[in-house]
Structures are given as structure tokens and as C-alpha cells.
């Protein structure tokens, strides 16, 4: 069955420094992925999508994910975080519906 | 991205009663509306998908006469909790999608439903 998997819960990391989010998917064939990003009292909005076109996918706010299919994984990364990437994130395997990771809350400290 | 809107942003009720969400696509017709509920620190499950005019497609578990969906236009469905109960308190997301948009679903802010 098609599922992603988010490896850490929680994330924390320095303004400035680079941010990395770890998700693995498992797929029989060439998946549909993406990363959403969740604000308090604001709805989900689409980062960046892959849809086995470019394997390096550049997205919204200076966020990048590259699928990897040898390692079954589409980590999102960005070189600096800033205090406004504080949300959580969620990783997305899309077929005829959405399936959510369980999220990464990614906390930025000044 | 399409402006999708929630309301009431938050309710509290009783045990026994019923609560309606109302969610709105306000700069698009949506030709299908998704329901999601979202428990605290854990991610959105599918409850419901459904077509506008015709009868909503649940997930395995959910109760179609526990959350009854109406999508009765294209710009507006609404999930109605009946019956509620301290368990049914979640976090309860729509979002919209339309072919013309390749599909992509916009996600309304939610509304947090506290059942006592």
C-alpha cells in the first residue's frame, strides 16, 4: 500500500541555519509527492509538488525537495530558515486522494 | 491559491447536540469538496469526499449518519456532526479542488469542534 513516512516529529534549528525534513514513501510504482505546510489558524498550503518530472522540485518561501528513488525519499530542505518557517510540515503521497505523514513541527530559534 | 473559507472557526457544545461546519469556496466553483479531521499532534485522515449534487463517498470507518455532508452548491458543503460526543472533539478540515486546477485541493483554516 502507498503510505509516506515523516522520521522525526519535531524539528528545531537556528534562524539562518539549514532546515532538513526526512520523508520516505513506499510505492509500487513512480509516486505522485508532496510537502505541505501547515500555520496555526491558517489552512494548508502547497510548498512544492513531484510528479516524476524534475527530480529536484524548487517550491514556494526558498523550500526544495529531490526525490531520490534509490533511497525511497523526498526530504525537503532549505539553506536558511527564518522565524516565519515555524509551522508544521507534511509530507503527501497523492493518488486518487490525498495521504497525509504524520508531520514535522519545525521550531526556529532566533 | 484559491481562497477557501471555514466557519465557525471554533465551537464548544454539549453531549447530544448537533454542530454544522460550513465550508465556502470563495473565488471558485468547486466541483468537489473534501472533509478531513485532524486529532491533536497526529495528521489529516479522509473522512468524506464529495461531488457537488450527488451523495458523499466516506472512508472506511467513518459514519455517514454521524457526519452527514451536504455539498449542495458549488461554493459551499457543509459537515454536520450529529448527536456529538466528547470523542468527536477534532480538528475538521475542508478543502476544494476542480479539474481546471489540475486537481490541486485548497485547504480551508479548519474549525476546532470541543465537545463537553
Known amino acids: 500500500a502507498q503510505s509516506v513516512t515523516q522520521l522525526d516529529s519535531h524539528v528545531s534549528v537556528s534562524e539562518g541555519t539549514p532546515v532538513l525534513l526526512r520523508c520516505n514513501y513506499s510505492s509500487s510504482y513512480s509516486p505522485s509527492l508532496f510537502w505541505y505546510v501547515q500555520h496555526p489558524n491558517k489552512g494548508l498550503q502547497l510548498l512544492l509538488k513531484?510528479?516524476?518530472?524534475?527530480?529536484l522540485v524548487k517550491g514556494i518561501n526558498g523550500f526544495e525537495a529531490e526525490f531520490k528513488k534509490s533511497e525511497t525519499s523526498f526530504h525537503l530542505t532549505k539553506p536558511s530558515a527564518h522565524m516565519s518557517d515555524a509551522a508544521e510540515y507534511f509530507c503527501v503521497y497523492n493518488t486518487d486522494k490525498l495521504i497525509f505523514g504524520t508531520g514535522t513541527r519545525l521550531q526556529v530559534f532566533p | 491559491g484559491a481562497v477557501v473559507s471555514q466557519h465557525p472557526s471554533r465551537v464548544i457544545c454539549k453531549s447530544g447536540t448537533s454542530v454544522k461546519i460550513e465550508c465556502r469556496s470563495l473565488?471558485?466553483?468547486?466541483?468537489?469538496m473534501f472533509w478531513y479531521r485532524q486529532f491533536p499532534k497526529q495528521s489529516l485522515m479522509l473522512m468524506a469526499t464529495?461531488?457537488?449534487?450527488?451523495?458523499?463517498?466516506?472512508e472506511q470507518g467513518v459514519e455517514k449518519d454521524k457526519f452527514l455532508i451536504n455539498h449542495a452548491s458549488l461554493t459551499l458543503s457543509t459537515l454536520t456532526v450529529t448527536s456529538a460526543h466528547p470523542e468527536d472533539s477534532s480538528f475538521y478540515i475542508c478543502?476544494?479542488?476542480?479539474?481546471?486546477?489540475?486537481?490541486?485541493?485548497?485547504f480551508g483554516p479548519g474549525t476546532r469542534l470541543t465537545v463537553l
Open positions: 478543502s476544494t479542488s476542480r479539474a481546471a486546477l489540475n486537481y490541486e485541493q485548497f
Open positions: 473565488d471558485f466553483q468547486a466541483t468537489t
Open positions: 513531484y510528479t516524476s518530472a524534475a527530480t
Open positions: 464529495s461531488n457537488e449534487g450527488s451523495k458523499a463517498t466516506y
